[in-house]
């Protein structure tokens, strides 16, 4: 077996640190193997194909995953440290994905399993479920010279049970805005003073993660989907009604729905033209406003709203907003449209990196290898910068 270039040494000597020197060296045997197999991605399979099938302490591999003291979220931090001074310019924007993926796991040891919604399988008029894992899966977006559209790079993952599931187990459910509020607090202070973007789908439209990243002490701009039937409001005024007593109000009087201004003809429509996914160049309409959101329980918070439509019908209208109400509404929805790349980078994980076709059954090993794979993807994407030129 040929060694590795100089290149991939010195990329992979960052993450040193986070292991004792027996247990990188065993790591890197795993890593290396699991690049350079096929089929199923197992400790096993990754010792065969760097030919050491016959190797009589297999059992210390294991143990990198299930035993050995080592932290999956400092090996974030450093992948994300990484992939920023590959791909990232100083002082630009730091464009993160979030979203779900399954990973269908079955067995009676695995305790965190529970049925979820297949994304793949599931339509508008019928909804298939899947046993297994499900993974809140973070990934910075960058530009790679080797292809025409932006990759995104996974570097943090962690498992979020189903309601059940916890109940089973008698644990605290955390909900996906929950697990959500609590990785990008992790990002905000691994990177203190880059100004970061959270994207995420319609899942991540929650008045408590837009409360999250308002308040953080550098705030972070969510964009995601808004319902058509959102309650807004104006702003609330600023000197108390004469002859009302008790509180300032919170909000001002209510906007009109943005589902009534799809149809409302007194709308003002532009125009704006950028890349729709796959289709190319296309021009989309827009109507944009800001807003305070609001419900029942929650403080309301300031937005944009962007409701689009497309003049030839190719696609449903529907409405997005960001947490910061001063961006423009192209802005806002060329971010929306990188969200799509995860999608791409799940499917490419599977395809590539055999996601999902591990073994493991104790809970450590479990929460070790699926992030590990989810990351594999953002290392072979630096070893190729590296190895590109």
């Known amino acids: 077996m040929p060694s590795p270039s100089p290149e991939i040494v010195q990329l992979l000597s960052a993450f040193a640190v986070v292991f004792t020197t027996p247990t990188f060296g065993k790591a890197l045997t795993l890593v290396y193997g699991t690049i350079l197999g096929n089929g199923r991605r197992t400790v096993t399979s990754a010792l065969r194909a760097m030919g050491l099938a016959e190797s009589q302490t297999y059992g210390t591999y294991h143990r990198v995953l299930n035993r050995a003291v080592w932290s999956p979220r400092e090996l974030s931090r450093i992948l994300l440290d990484l992939l920023i001074r590959a791909f990232v310019p100083p002082g630009a924007s730091l464009v993160l994905l ?178 729709w996914y796959s289709d190319g160049l296309q021009s989309i309409e827009y109507a944009t406003g800001t807003a305070l959101w609001h419900r029942p329980g929650q403080g309301p918070v300031p937005l944009r709203w962007v409701l689009i439509r497309s003049p030839e019908d190719k696609f449903k209208p529907g409405a997005l907003f960001c947490s910061e109400s001063a961006l423009s509404a192209q802005q806002i929805v060329e971010w929306f449209i990188l969200r799509w790349n995860i999608e791409v980078t799940f499917e490419e994980v599977r395809a590539f990196l055999g996601f999902g076709t591990q073994r493991h059954w104790s809970d450590r090993a479990i929460e070790r290898t699926s992030p590990c794979l989810l990351g594999l993807f953002s290392l072979v994407t630096l070893m190729a910068r590296r190895l590109h030129g």
């Open 98 to 275: 979030v979203d779900e993926t399954i990973e269908a796991r079955k067995g009676r040891k695995i305790k965190n399993k529970g049925w979820f919604r297949d994304p793949v399988r599931s339509g508008i008029r019928q909804v298939n479920y899947v046993l297994g894992l499900r993974w809140i899966v973070m990934a910075l977006v960058v530009t790679v010279p080797w292809s025409q559209r932006p990759w995104a790079c996974p570097f943090l993952a962690v498992p979020a049970r189903s309601p059940k599931t916890a109940a089973r187990l008698k644990r605290k459910n955390w909900t996906i805005v929950q697990w959500t509020s609590h990785l990008i607090g992790w990002v905000r202070r691994w990177q203190p003073e880059r100004e970061i973007v959270l994207v995420g789908d319609g899942s991540y439209a929650a008045i408590l993660l837009v409360q999250r990243c308002q308040r953080l002490k550098q705030p972070v701009k969510l964009v995601s989907r808004l319902r058509l039937d959102a309650q807004l409001y104006e702003p609330p005024p600023t000197e108390r009604p004469k002859g009302k007593r008790g509180p300032m109000p919170k909000k001002g009087a209510r906007q009109p729905k943005l589902a009534d201004r799809l149809n409302d003809e007194q709308t003002e429509w532009c125009t704006m033209e950028l890349s």
